[in-house]
């Protein structure tokens, strides 16, 4: 497809839509469980991951952007400046790393939701994976009708999960004023494989900046908005992240908090306490109202990745289509979407559901952080020196941790083989795509 297409790309995104995307990237309730059930430390490595990480990626991107600001973001930055291979390769790992996060995110998220309802049925592992897929499709579908309606889901989602930080806040407040905390405040971070582990899921769960570089042929100004909006949308996610954590330790212990659903587990010890009847019935509001966001906002953003490599002919054309309502990157979008339900089925084969949740959680770290290699690489080119340095070597000690197993798995050999297998199995196949696209291009 010729570069023409670019321009039926609808550019109608501010610096407050851009801003209210970033942090519905970033910040996300299910996390709070995981740092909550590791202890205070955890808000010790979010203040750290905020330092080293976050805000070497918010100056990485805005410099990349305003430098390069069309669609694609890091696939069109490691493909200027290292080759094609390599900007297929930023395009790919990311993409599968996000196809992985979406059913992760979606039965996270779920969960929540049916824990407010009824705690019984969090173990009913058929309706779970149903409304996960269900969410799924919805989310995205809000985001096919275009930025100017999308944009509204992730500016909703973004309001939704302040308001739930700000009412555990609230609720923490009072419950620390009248009997103390449940847990004792020592911010000393966790030691031990589990805490290592842990590591790369905070990493992990400040990530969501480099989103906004994927979506500047649709936001006005981009080189400014992004540059501006990137450290708004990550300090905004640093400070979310560890005063609910704080929260969630004050209401209940961290060996009381499950993973999967412990914001709402708190959320129910805030309302016994206090008599706020009315707020799990909110939260699982508010975090359906996230969900939706999160997987529109993220899915459709790193959609404009396959797009950017179908224009260029390292995916078959049809992936640059563009919606003539709609003006977005239909089939792309399809595309994710229809892989990520697929993984979400395939993951539960064999294990439990907690354990196919955590074989998810490394996949899509091994799979999503490599790619910010190359933009930390990029921007050692651009002259950058402090945020690639930090930012490389958070990236290296995640991916390290992350293959390592948690307390959830039960079946070590089956998860690394699943863990390595799969990588193995997905960057073959991705090699593939590209020499079979390069020969095409060239006949």
Same mark, same amino acid.
Do not use: Y
């Given at each position: 497809?010729?570069?023409?297409?670019?321009?039926?790309?609808?550019r109608g995104l501010g610096l407050r839509d851009v801003t209210l995307l970033g942090i519905a990237c970033i910040v996300g309730t299910r996390w709070l469980a995981t740092a909550a059930h590791a202890g205070p430390g955890s808000v010790t490595l979010f203040l750290l991951a905020g330092l080293f990480f976050v805000g070497p990626t918010a100056q990485a991107v805005g410099a990349l952007a305003e430098r390069r600001p069309g669609a694609g973001g890091q696939y069109v930055w490691a493909r200027e400046d290292f080759g094609d291979w390599h900007g297929f390769l930023a395009f790919w790992l990311y993409w599968i790393g996000i196809a992985c996060w979406v059913p992760n995110a979606a039965l996270a998220y779920i969960s929540i939701a049916a824990y407010?309802?009824?705690p019984a049925l969090v173990d009913n592992r058929n309706l779970i994976v149903g409304a996960a897929v269900v969410a799924i499709w919805t989310g995205v579908g809000i985001n096919l009708l275009g930025v100017r309606i999308g944009r509204w889901n992730q500016n909703a989602a973004s309001v939704a999960t302040w308001l739930m930080a700000l009412f555990l806040v609230l609720a923490a407040g009072v419950v620390f004023l009248r009997q103390g905390s449940a847990t004792t405040l020592n911010l000393m971070p966790p030691l031990g494989i589990d805490a290592l582990n842990l590591w790369s899921q905070i990493a992990f769960a400040l990530t969501g900046i480099e989103l906004l570089g994927m979506m500047g042929e649709e936001i006005r100004e981009p080189g400014k908005t992004i540059r501006r909006a990137g450290w708004m949308a990550g300090l905004g996610g640093v400070l979310f992240y560890s005063v609910a954590t704080l929260a969630i330790l004050v209401l209940q212990k961290p060996?009381?908090?499950?993973?999967l659903f412990g914001i709402m587990?708190?959320?129910q010890v805030g309302a016994t306490s206090l008599g706020w009847f009315w707020l799990p019935v909110v939260f699982a509001l508010f975090s359906v109202m996230s969900m939706l966001g999160q997987l529109g906002g993220i899915v459709s953003a790193t959609a404009r990745l396959s797009y950017a490599a179908g224009?260029? @002919?390292l995916l078959p054309?049809?992936?640059?289509?563009?919606?003539?309502?709609?003006?977005?990157p239909h089939v792309s979008v399809f595309a994710l979407a229809g892989t990520s339900t697929a993984l979400l089925l395939l993951m539960q084969l064999g294990d439990t559901m907690r354990a196919a949740y955590q074989e998810l959680v490394s996949m899509m770290v091994l799979g999503s952080f490599p790619p910010f290699l190359y933009i930390f690489g990029s921007a050692?080119?651009? @002259?950058l020196r402090w945020a690639p340095v930090s930012g490389i070597a958070v990236i290296l000690i995640a991916l390290a941790f992350s293959i390592l197993p948690t307390e959830d798995i039960s079946n070590v050999w089956l998860y690394e083989a699943k863990i390595f297998g799969g990588s193995a199995l997905l960057l073959g196949l991705g090699r593939w795509i590209f020499l079979k696209?390069?020969?095409t291009l060239e006949t």
């Open positions: 497809m010729n570069q023409s297409a670019s321009t039926q790309l609808s407010a309802i009824d060996e009381e908090t499950s993973v587990q708190a959320a224009r260029d @002919g054309s049809a992936f640059a289509r563009i919606h003539p309502k709609w003006q977005t050692w080119k651009a @002259g696209s390069r020969r």
